[in-house]
């Protein structure tokens, strides 16, 4: 089927290319970028057209060209470090140049986001939360995945196994929960696992936009407790080839990650290639170094593709493969680490880079194919994609998987853009997934599968001078399929609801501004869930699902006070999400089960009417132009109403502060964009717990990064470094959320990284 629907489109795109009809319709644009306050120009200022996928850098004098757009009206957003991000619609029917002017600002805010609404927009006229981090953020931060480098977002966690598997948690809701988006495509990788982390390399992503609250409206099922979009780079200007080299090294693990990109543009014919390979021995806690923590992973994508009058088509493909060893925490009386065999293991073996018995191994592959294209008076965006996962767990063998899950899904989203009439943006939008899951192993945890999900929406967006309002309505259906196998039993399941949201945006002052939202989503049980039975491996329990489970539906109230001063902006978030029929696990009444002489708690899956509520607060001081104090706090609190107990896996309450000092020096100094950083990391004692948990101990950890860039004579970035320092005091702490906690093993222990970043480009 994808394999049809590619082909056709790809068709489709010739057509278009070649047409004559087409070419009355090309155009280009140009202009300057300048300092608003001097007239001075700005080099390396980055010019954007979001919606097309193509960007610029402007030269030397500030100047920018953009070729093979249309002749249309289109948001351009324009950047640079140490400036405003300006964004300004602009009519290519009636003008061929647009100069910018951009004002200095230590905060980079109001950025376009493609994030929590179809219609792209500066994020202060988007009614729903959303938070920006940066390439540099996530390359700086010391991470060792890609969710790991965005816990400093207020309201996201991470449920972690190891330093290699990370699950993100947005305001208490995780799992199935959370859709991550990756070249706009929902990543399906049997994320209802515990130990089962995102497939994504981290190196690949431009930013990645954070959005807190229901988003059922945008992505159907899943998506109840909010979304993390990883976004491509945009692809440069015609003629320009531009690309990196970067790698670190870190000393807890031993950690090496290399990553080489480069993409670029001929004459409307684009393409990206990127690659990743990371490799690390077991980690170190304050008291010891973890067995069988140690992982390796190797990462590959490539695009090519068209932008030209008539839009784009991108055609990816990309490879995720990692081997990850998984701690079962067994120790000899003495209190030391044993292996499979029992056997006391050696210092060799503490710090081997190779995989230990049990261990995963998972790849994942996906062919996507993105396009834009102009219709009408408005366009079409499509994007059909296949995925397939591959998730091998061996327990006894290193070549025979003890539990060998095979998915393959298939997906296609389409959104048509109607012409923007009297400020009214009308959006209509409909998506279809095939999904099947087979297993290939000894042994099975879920049954084979196949579901069907169907869904439509429809939204439209008013934007006044002061005031935005949006609204829309979307409906989804989802038949599942279970076989009999195993000690499974086949069953059948349909799901169907209606999902729906209005919001606002205020500017209520010249630096205060309001959000307000109203959602209802919906999520159907995933297939654990509802058919779970046996042990997982690296999960320390066993797992009991019930078919019988209902559909959760939410109703979430979010706001927000946003204000942007000179020298202090802050933001208050608060939210309360009534959530029906809510599922979690539960060991009830301390059941344990025997198996293979081995005694296992018993977790069955539970439902009822619930609340998550709560806060996030943020206060950014800058008292002079290169000095910030950063500062959040985030709370979650979760209830089942019906027993008045409190919800489990529900994050502690987390405060960030940061002091931050840019370096100010000579723009042709042979070193700039000199930084340091300190800050702290405290988390609070989570005693509102489960009656099947235990309370969690607070704990603050002391974060510091440092780093430069090297010039040329000429102004060229030559390189930047850095060295990022993580639990700087060598804490002992166990986080709740860590799966290591069941076991008595602690959180990762002192960590510099050591980094560094090679630019390269040529412009036409």
């Known amino acids: 089927m994808i394999r049809h629907i590619i082909l056709i489109l790809c068709l489709v795109i010739a057509v278009f290319t ?32 979001s919606s097309l996928k193509l960007g610029a850098t402007t030269n030397n004098n500030g100047e920018y060209t953009l070729t093979n757009v249309p002749k249309a009206k289109l948001l351009i957003d324009v950047s640079r470090m140490g400036y405003k991000t300006l964004t300004q619609l602009v009519d290519l029917t009636t003008t061929s ?77 995780g799992y199935n929960r959370i859709v991550t988006l990756s070249n706009d495509v929902k990543q399906e990788g049997q994320q209802w696992g515990d130990e089962h982390g995102i497939e994504i390399d981290q190196y690949s992503a431009s ?34 080839f531009s690309g990196q080299f970067a790698s670190n090294y870190s000393t807890n693990n031993g950690l090496t990650a290399n990553n080489l990109q480069f993409q670029g543009n001929t004459n409307g014919i684009v393409y990206r290639l990127n690659g990743t390979y990371k490799n690390a021995m077991s980690f170190k806690t304050p008291t010891e170094r973890v067995y069988n923590s140690a992982f390796n992973e190797d990462d590959l994508s490539g695009m090519v593709g068209f932008n030209k009058s008539w839009g784009f088509a991108h055609l990816t493909y990309s490879r995720f493969n990692t081997k990850i060893g998984l701690t079962e925490g067994e120790r000899d ?52 994609s296949f995925q397939n996962n591959q998730r091998r767990e061996l327990e006894d063998s290193s070549t025979d998987p003890a539990t060998y899950f095979y998915l393959n899904t298939y997906s296609i989203d389409s959104k048509y853009y109607f012409e923007e009439i009297n400020g009214w943006a009308p959006v209509f939008g409909i998506s279809g997934t095939i999904q099947n899951n087979s297993n290939k192993g000894e042994e099975a945890l879920i049954p084979a599968y196949d579901m069907y999900t169907g869904g439509a929406f429809a939204y439209v967006k008013k934007a006044w001078n002061e005031f935005t309002l949006d609204a829309g309505i979307r409906y989804d259906a ?27 945006t205020w ?64 933001s208050l978030n608060g939210y309360y999400n009534f959530i029906n029929d809510y599922i979690y696990y539960q060991n009830i009444n301390n059941e344990q089960i025997d198996v293979n002489g081995q005694l296992y708690p018993v977790y069955s899956y539970v439902q009822g009417n619930s609340a998550l509520r709560g806060l996030e607060f943020s206060l950014d001081i800058h008292p002079v132009d290169h000095l910030h104090f950063e500062n959040s706090i985030a709370y ?129």
């Open 97 to 173: 140049t647009a100069d910018f002017q951009l004002e200095i600002s230590v905060i980079e805010a109001d950025e376009v986001v493609v994030t929590g609404s179809p219609i792209l927009g500066k994020n202060s006229k988007n009614s729903t939360t959303i938070e920006t981090v940066t390439k540099k953020d996530l390359t700086q931060s010391g991470a060792t995945n890609i969710i790991d480098a965005l816990k400093s977002v207020p309201g996201v966690s991470q449920i972690t196994t190891g330093g290699a598997i990370s699950k993100p948690v947005i305001r208490g809701m």
């Open 478 to 504: 989802r038949k599942l399929n279970a076989k009999q196998e195993y000690q499974f039993n086949s069953f059948n399941n349909s799901f169907s609801n209606i999902s729906g949201s209005v919001g606002m």
């Open 636 to 764: 979650t609190r979760g209830t089942n109403n019906e027993t008045n107990t409190n919800l489990p896996f529900i994050p502690q309450a987390k405060l960030i502060n940061t002091v931050r000092y840019d370096f100010e020096g000579r723009k042709d100094a042979s070193i700039s964009k000199i930084f340091v950083s300190a800050g702290f990391e405290t988390s609070f004692k989570q005693a509102k717990v489960d009656p099947f948990e235990t309370t969690s101990n607070g704990y603050s950890v002391l974060n510091s990064t440092i780093g430069a860039t090297l010039r040329s004579a000429s102004g060229k970035e030559l390189l930047s470094l850095y060295v990022a320092g993580r639990n700087l005091t060598n804490t002992n702490y166990i986080d709740h959320l860590s799966r290591f906690k069941e076991i008595g093993i602690a959180g990762t222990a002192r960590t510099i990284t050591f980094g560094i970043s090679v630019p390269f480009s040529h412009q036409h």
């Open 507 to 570: 500017q209520l002052a010249d630096k205060l501004g309001l959000k307000a939202n109203v959602g209802r989503g919906f999520r159907a049980p995933n297939i654990a869930e509802l058919s779970a039975d046996g042990v997982h491996e690296g999960t320390f329990r066993y797992e009991k699902g019930n078919v019988n489970l209902k559909q959760e539906t939410s109703l979430q109230f979010d706001a927000a006070l946003n204000w942007e001063g000179k020298y202090v902006s802050s």
């Open 333 to 384: 009386n003495a209190g030391n680490f044993v292996d499979v065999d029992g056997n006391p293991v050696s210092e060799s073996d503490l710090k081997s880079r190779s995989m230990f018995l049990p261990f995963q191994h998972i790849t994942h592959q996906k062919l996507t194919l993105n396009s834009n294209v102009n219709l009408g008076k408005g366009f079409l965006k499509t994007t059909a």
């Open 207 to 240: 930013k990645v936009e954070v959005l807190r609250g229901p988003a059922s409206l945008f992505y159907g099922s899943d998506a109840l407790g909010g979304v993390i979009n990883i976004i491509d780079p945009t692809v440069p200007a015609n003629g320009n």
């Open 18 to 49: 070649y047409s004559p009809a087409m070419a009355n319709s090309i155009t280009s644009i140009s202009g300057r970028v300048t300092d608003k306050q001097t007239g001075a120009p700005i080099q390396g200022a980055n010019v954007g057209i």
